[in-house]
């Protein structure tokens, strides 16, 4: 059963030698029109700083519209914090904005603790009483009550309390902060703060919470000059250290989208349970079949058995010779043109074709994980080369060629997501060509630096970890050339129904 | 538990002395924020005739926290469920600590009179609603004449 599926899973590109391309010289990449590689700016923000960001919005709205700085911020809640929005809204529509934001008008102002002319009930525990507090909307209830029913917000709902309204049925006016920190008590006071900056970084659509678990810094995406709304995944990193897509909170997974991502990890979760020996870390070599072990992130394995020898890829278990230059393939899943089985046997095609990519998707992930290894074995064998005669220095080389190479292997990861759901076409054969180069050095430079200490080869390493990021810069600039060809056709398409050329510009 | 709050005896009082038409709402002796509610299907609904056993329970945050309610006589409507739980805002998040046990109860005899398949706690009778709505008004009917067959006390 398990040799069935190892034999469905592993025989099917190795063999194909026939994609003949002129490309073994290193230096001859495509070339992309040299694209802007700047990923979108970002900050990181402390604490402080968004408690600054915050106040300097709600400064800004108060002071325009001349009212309570409460007000102001329930106002910028109900627009996710663009205080612009809020302003020329407001000078076109003032009680509309205000209704539907559940403010008061100026002229209603909150009431605490004051004392009514006459006693009257109270709606909340029905007693005649004088003392009440009191929104704009003159709701009025004891105190005591008001008090209760503010600290039941926050004690017992959470982030939803910054969203409480007046305690009347269907009143729809929002709590106000001065009025919740006058009526609640100190460690209410303290909760409420925090629910506050909680929700002021969930509602602005420039701000994310850094998903490391202890980290309390935000990440704020920098307003594109021309106000285009921020869509799709961006890899932003915080000052933790954490890198994760601003779109989806995820690990940094370009090239591939969020929905992409999404659906991927969705199927993974469906499909891979049976598959998980595929990330074990053992497998028999192709030729004498003794078991062989892998120890590092290098895909180029070698039998260690004595007369054998045989040398091989983890991944497809084909040989390795067939791994460099033109014969690398190993990328590529061959989709068969033979109608008949493809007739046969679609779920198997499927599957099959599934299967390819999982396997190099959770191979390079696999791969990733004893790379983090590597990174701290890094440390040691700098050690070990001062210890034989070079200084600390020199040693660095290769904990940048360590980082290179991880970056590289968590593109790759995720190109096999991103192939799965392309279609067959030319980007497709661009993206596979893009993707095989970078593949085929990344293994290079994982071989180079996993040997031991006295065989690494300084210029080697460097010629490497060039070589890798130049070609993962070339694959991210495919497909982002991509990216933006297939916005502009699908924008055209929207604008002129049915033609086919360009529309001319008009001078 | 401490001392029944003052609201509460409040209200137990004056449903007692001022009851609402078709609905009755008594405290049990031994656990006075507990209740045995019993309520007459409303004229012109399919639950017309019908008498309707809840349950009805007032937790320790009360009023601030909703009623606990639940229907014990099975009952053929798309927002209440085999459970006898009942789909209503004001028992969920519309709850306002200004609303009483009297508005809730006028409040599910006005669900009873309008049902709203379009928000159902059980999706296989909010289907049958929608998709032929006079079947399930017959069914809802044969459900009121086999269950809801007690009397208001
Ligand atoms: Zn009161
Ligand atoms: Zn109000
Ligand atoms: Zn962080
Ligand atoms: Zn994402």
Redesign the interface.
Known sequence: MADDESEMLFDNSCDDASDAEEDDDDYSEFEQPSLAQAPRPFRCLRPDDLREMQAAAVKRVAETLCCEPSDATVLLRSFKWDAERVISSYFENPEGVLEKAGVCGSSNRAVIDAAAAQPYQCPICLEMVTAFSALGCGHRACTPCYSAYVGHKIDDEGTAAVRARCPLVKCRVQLTDALVNALATDAQRARYAVYLERAFVDDHPRLAWCPAPSCTHAILMVQPADGAPLTGAARVACACGEVFCFACLRDDHSPATCEQLRLWLIKCKDDSETYNWLQANTRACPACKTSVEKSGGCNHMTCRHASCGHEWCWVCAGPWKEHSGNFYTCNRFKETDDEEVKRKDLSKAALERYLHYYSRYINHHSSLMLEEKTRQAMEDKIAEMQALGSNWLDGQYLKEATESLIACRHALQYTYVYAFYLPADNHKELFQMAQRDLEMTTEDLSAEIEKPVEQIVRLTVLHHQQMSERRLANLFNAVEAHRVAEAQAALEAAHVPGALSRPQSQA | MGELP??IQ??TQRLLSEPVAGISASPYQDNLRYFNVVLAGPATSPFEGGIFRLELFLPE?Y???PPKVRFLTKIYHPNIDKLGRICLDILKD?W????QVR?VLLSIQALLSAPNPEDPLDAGVADHWKSNEAAAIEEAKRWTQQYATGSLP
């Open positions: 003052r609201r409040k209200e945050e009023p601030m926290a519309k306002s600590p200004a609303l508005t």
